[in-house]
């Protein structure tokens, strides 16, 4: 994806029939960090049937691939720098160089100097909305 508002209407789109599966967070997080060329830190809370019992609210249950938690770093590549921690505690460690971060901005610079806002724009409507809507468009 080379134009982040692009990104952002397409990542919209898909979160209206997303799957909640043990690559979620990564889904999310991995084109910000490959987009953006920059490193990712994705940082959940370890929750257990007890902490949900004490809070009064249900514990999920998962798929046989899905996770409660995770945590991890992602880097400018798109990739996990480090294996994430999945559902599990712990603490995340991991060598972040600045290097590929220079060297991807050099290659391509999100900033928006060259969006082609003529073609794409992004119109935010608030008003609630009917679900069918008939038009002669």
């Not at 996770?67 to 400018?76: A, F, L, M, R």
């Amino acid at each position: 994806m080379t134009n982040p508002l692009t990104g952002c209407s397409i990542d919209r789109i898909a979160q209206a029939g997303a799957r909640h599966s043990d690559n979620e967070l990564y889904l999310h997080c991995a084109p910000h960090a490959y987009e953006g060329k920059l490193y990712s830190i994705v940082a959940s809370d370890f929750g257990t049937p007890e902490v949900a019992e004490e809070l009064g609210v249900p514990f999920p249950e998962f798929e046989s691939d899905g996770y409660n938690c995770v945590s991890g770093v992602i880097g400018p590549n798109g990739e996990w720098v480090a294996p994430p921690l999945k559902n599990q505690r712990g603490i995340v460690y991991a060598d972040c160089p600045i290097e590929p971060v220079i060297g991807g901005k050099l290659f391509h610079d999100i900033t928006g100097h060259y969006n082609r806002f003529d073609v794409l724009q992004l119109k935010l409507n608030k008003r609630p909305l009917k679900p069918i809507l008939i038009t002669d468009e």
